[in-house]
């Protein structure tokens, strides 16, 4: 990646929003960012032909395109190109039940932009609930606890929403379109009374209730009310063993990425050790070029700036196409056989007499 203050990243990302939350990570860095955003191939491709981003983060799947087809053309058009997968079916869809529960709430209202949540509990689940739904870009945000304080940390660490503490639960459940209850009370938090009463209050406003509590916190009978849907964790636990499937499934992608990459560092690693032979050379040649030009130059005191420029190009392309081969297989070498590249570093240093690489060569 280069070290200029301006770093260029390219998303390929169907998402706006999880583009947003990257780029929001990134600006962590402390450096000017030049974002550019694709979703398609054709894009992808047209993107690689007119620059050359430091970065590419691809998301996994997208309607019409994945992540796997971004990266052969990756591979195809600018292979050097760091690429990243920032999602992807092995994690992207979270298989926890608090990630599922504000799905679910998402599938059946749509977008929560508008809307007011609660989530009652502030403990791993109720965390991770309220995080969830601060990404999403919930409208507001309410957080209940039996400790106001706790609730009062929890909305500190997502940025915004309000704390409330449990005795205005009649009051949040009126407030809000959506309630997720994640406490660890060993009788029921939301009970028929509450419900009731705050529904009497709000009777044209419909309340999506998700309880994933073990022990659960609502009362069953909360479900006969009217305007009251009610989703126990036995409903979402599905929706859970779904997406571990899921991550299953793509567990032997993953694989071979893993074993692909893992041999391309290998061949890296290893060829590594050819630098102070291949320096040696590189050095070597300079040096004899650099001074035959200055003898010609000084034979020929009535060169022109232009005839000198064509000079010292022309002795930079032969020493570049002489040294090519040398350096290419040299590093071949050292990839796939340790034993034969030795042999040939070896000779390298006695054609060329490469007495500074002698002790940084291959052993």
Same mark, same amino acid.
């Given at each position: ?38 979703? +398609? ?76 949540? +609660?989530?009652?509990? +502030? ?72 419900? +009731? ?167």
């Amino acid at each position: 990646i280069s070290k200029t203050n301006e770093l260029s990243v390219l998303f390929v990302e169907d998402s706006a929003l999880d583009m947003e939350l990257s780029v929001h990570e990134l600006k962590g860095l402390g450096r000017k960012l030049s974002v550019t955003c694709v979703s +398609a191939a054709d894009a992808l491709r047209g993107t690689l032909a007119r620059s050359n981003p430091d970065v590419i983060l691809s998301d996994f799947s997208m309607p019409g395109f994945s992540g796997m087809h971004a990266l052969e053309i990756v591979r195809e058009m600018a292979p050097d190109i760091p690429f990243i997968f920032v999602s992807g079916t092995i994690g992207e869809e979270s298989a926890s039940v608090a990630t599922a529960a504000v799905d679910s709430i998402e599938e059946q209202l749509g977008s929560l932009e508008d809307r007011c949540a +609660a989530v009652i509990g +502030a403990g791993a689940m109720g965390r991770s609930a309220a995080r969830r739904l601060r990404s999403r870009g919930v409208g507001t945000l309410l957080v209940a606890n039996r400790t106001h304080t706790r609730a009062q940390e929890l909305i500190g660490e997502i940025g915004s929403g309000i704390a409330h503490d449990l005795t205005e639960l009649v009051s949040i459940l009126e407030a809000a379109d959506v309630v997720i209850s994640s406490t660890e009370a060993s009788t029921f938090v939301l009970t028929t009374n509450d419900v +009731a009463e705050a529904m009497a209050r709000r009777p044209e406003r419909p309340l999506l209730i998700l309880d994933i509590a073990v022990p659960r916190d609502s009362d069953p009978d909360i479900a006969d009310i009217e305007g009251v849907t009610l989703l126990d964790i036995d409903t979402l636990k599905s929706v859970v063993d779904d997406r571990l499937e899921r991550r299953r499934q793509a567990i032997p992608q993953v694989e071979e990425i893993i074993v692909e990459y893992l041999e391309r560092f290998r061949t890296w690693y290893q060829a590594r050790t050819t630098v102070p032979t291949i320096a040696a050379l590189t050095e070597r040649a300079e040096a004899i070029r650099t001074a035959e030009i200055e003898r010609l130059f000084a034979r020929l005191p009535d060169l022109t700036p232009r005839e000198r420029m064509l000079i010292v190009g022309s002795s930079l392309t032969m020493l570049s196409k002489l040294l090519h081969p040398a350096v290419t297989t040299i590093r071949e070498k050292a990839g796939s056989d340790r034993s034969e590249a030795l042999a040939f570093t070896r000779l390298l240093d006695e054609l060329f007499s490469l007495d500074g690489a002698q002790n940084g060569r291959l052993r």
